[in-house]
């Protein structure tokens, strides 16, 4: 059975860093990625990775403030997110996929984990 279970949320205040932590456990993925929620609006992908090859992509908003990483051998995602802004407030979920495609959009993704609330104030 997948299990993806997020850890490392919390508050911080603008400009400020958080890093959030998944770690995976059952079938091997093609894709992982990490989406966030807000109240009020869509799910919406921000960065993604394909375990293979190490390919990153990431959300045209979060481009050079946020890195995705993995750690292969422990099975465990990584969310470096800086320079935070208010709009990063939101819920953030780990993924995983077995396909390729879609790497940032939540209808491509087979396993969720539970989330963990992100906020960040001005």
């Known amino acids: 059975q997948v299990q993806l279970v997020e850890s490392g949320g919390g508050s911080v205040q603008a400009g400020g860093s958080l890093r959030l932590s998944c770690a995976g456990s059952g079938y091997s993925y093609t894709k992982m990625g990490w989406f966030r929620q807000a109240p009020g609006k869509p799910r919406e992908g921000v960065a993604g990775?394909?375990?293979?090859?190490?390919?990153?992509v990431y959300a045209d908003s979060v481009k050079g403030r946020f890195t995705i990483s993995q750690d292969n051998a422990k099975r465990t995602l990584f969310l470096q997110m800086d320079s935070m802004k208010p709009e990063d407030t939101a819920m953030y979920y780990c993924?995983?996929?077995?396909?390729?495609?879609?790497?940032?959009?939540?209808?491509?993704?087979?396993?969720w984990g539970q989330g963990t609330q992100v906020t960040v104030s001005s």
């Open positions: 993924a995983a996929a077995r396909g390729a495609l879609g790497i940032l959009r939540p209808r491509s993704y087979d396993y």
């Open positions: 990775i394909y375990t293979g090859t190490g390919t990153t």
